[in-house]
């Protein structure tokens, strides 16, 4: 796992608004410990030196992947390393992590600003251009426009990895398989493009004649990416296979169970050529620490299907109907089992009229603003401290306001206008070494 983070540590400092608050060390002696050495089940306490570190770093690095050592409590008020990854599909393999470090039992922030790029401002109505380039302006000084050999985040990291017939050609070695969109017959509706996981390609890699990872044909619609959002913190991650009512058993598996993971586990960046603008993730812990049962980190949705009310079908991802019954067809989109997350899209709707009244990707107003199209993670708390306290942060939770009947905030968000979503003020990332 070392080399693993050194290699994508490296990356992330190309971006420099995509950064890490690191735990000052408590020792300056090489890790001597069991814990955190190759082959260990556990990580060493967060801020010790990890297996691999300098013998007199100053910083202990970052250890997310398995359980901390047990002497080590999770408690309210201190931070804990998290770890948000960018994971193919296919192979469930991550291509792009960063680090962060929440403070425990506080509702959270944290924003990745260059996770997309805006629509040009030549593109866009006459009337909105003067505001386009002042946004424009912002965009460069927070460090987006590219990074240190040339490319922008969304150029190198994400929109290679969309859904479509440029990316992923018919004959391609990239790990997947475009399948043209079906005009259907009279007794098959039409049927949307599709990039299916390269079954042969990975078992030549493999060399195995069975695969264990993927996802059934047909689920990575055109316009969607061949990624989705995973966020672990001690060995747990949002898209564990722990729940035998919402998991996955292989590649082809078309249950009500792995439908519930790919629609509320595995969640795209990017869908339809829109993008999922934030994930709340709640952490359930039970005395400081995720090893009990019943702890987790898992996406928290809005209740009851209500979180595309406000935008359009096209821009609502969903969790899937069993067997991913309508899912690919054109006009069939409505048929989701659950309606879960307003997306963005990416351009403005090319119908002048609706231009005004429709939200899109565009550039930040200021620098105090986060973009509405930004991959954002909220982080809650549940469950109780190495003390045995109660964490409350989950009442802030964007579900509970709805709960309470209070407007819906994903609709707002989705809209430009609530200042919980788009206002910095628990921002907790910095710039290297702050």
């Keep these: 796992m070392a080399s693993f983070q050194c290699k994508h540590q490296q990356l992330a400092r190309a971006f420099s608004l995509m950064l890490v608050i690191i735990f000052a060390a408590h020792s300056d002696a090489a890790c001597d410990r069991d814990c955190c050495k190759p082959g260990s089940l556990t990580c060493c306490t967060p801020g010790t030196l990890q297996d691999g570190d300098p013998p007199k770093a100053e910083k202990g690095s970052f250890c997310t992947n398995k359980p901390f050592e047990e002497e080590y409590l999770i408690r309210i008020g201190k931070r804990v390393p998290m770890q948000l990854n960018l994971v193919d599909y ?34 866009m109505p006459e009337a909105q251009r003067e505001k386009c380039e002042e946004g424009k302006k912002v965009w460069e000084e927070i460090g987006c426009s590219s990074n240190e050999d040339g490319s922008s985040f969304f150029k190198q990291f994400v929109e290679p990895r969309i859904c479509n017939e440029v990316n992923f050609p018919e004959k391609n070695n990239r790990g997947y398989t475009w399948i043209p969109p079906d005009e259907g017959d009279p007794f098959t509706p039409p049927s949307q493009a599709k990039c299916n996981c390269n079954w ?162 565009n550039y930040p107003q200021g620098t105090k603003e986060i973009e509405v199209c930004s991959l954002k993670i909220y982080v809650a708390w549940v469950g109780t401290d190495g003390y045995g306290r109660a964490c409350m942060s989950s009442n802030e939770m964007f579900s509970k306001f ?33």
């Design 90 to 123: 296919c192979t469930d393999e991550p291509f792009y992590t960063s680090y962060f470090a929440p403070e425990v039992d506080k509702f959270s922030l944290v924003n990745f600003p260059c996770t997309y790029q805006p629509v040009p401002c030549a593109q």
């Design 200 to 361: 042969d390609l990975m078992k030549n890699k493999t060399g195995q004649d069975t695969i264990t990872t993927g996802v059934p044909d047909g689920f990575i619609k055109e316009g969607m990416s061949t990624f989705y959002v995973q966020v672990v913190i001690g060995g747990r991650s949002t898209s564990a296979n722990d729940d035998p009512e919402c998991q996955c058993s292989g590649p082809t598996d078309l249950s009500p169970a792995c439908m519930c993971a790919l629609g509320t586990r595995k969640v795209p960046y990017v869908y339809n050529n829109s993008v999922i603008p934030y994930l709340t993730a709640l952490v359930s812990m039970k005395n400081g620490q995720l090893i009990y049962k019943k702890t987790y980190i898992k996406y928290n949705f809005e209740a009851n299907g209500i979180g595309c009310v406000g935008c359009g079908i096209d821009y609502c991802w969903g969790w899937p109907q069993d067997e991913l019954a309508g899912w690919g067809y054109t006009g069939y989109e409505s048929e989701h089992k659950m309606n879960l997350m307003c997306a963005v899209p990416l351009a403005p709707n090319p119908d002048p009229e609706l231009q005004d009244n429709e939200p899109f990707c």
């Design 402 to 434: 709805t709960q309470m009947g209070v407007s819906n905030v994903a609709v707002d968000f989705y809209n430009g206008v609530s200042n919980l979503a788009t206002t910095v003020d628990r921002r907790i990332t910095g710039r290297d070494g702050a």
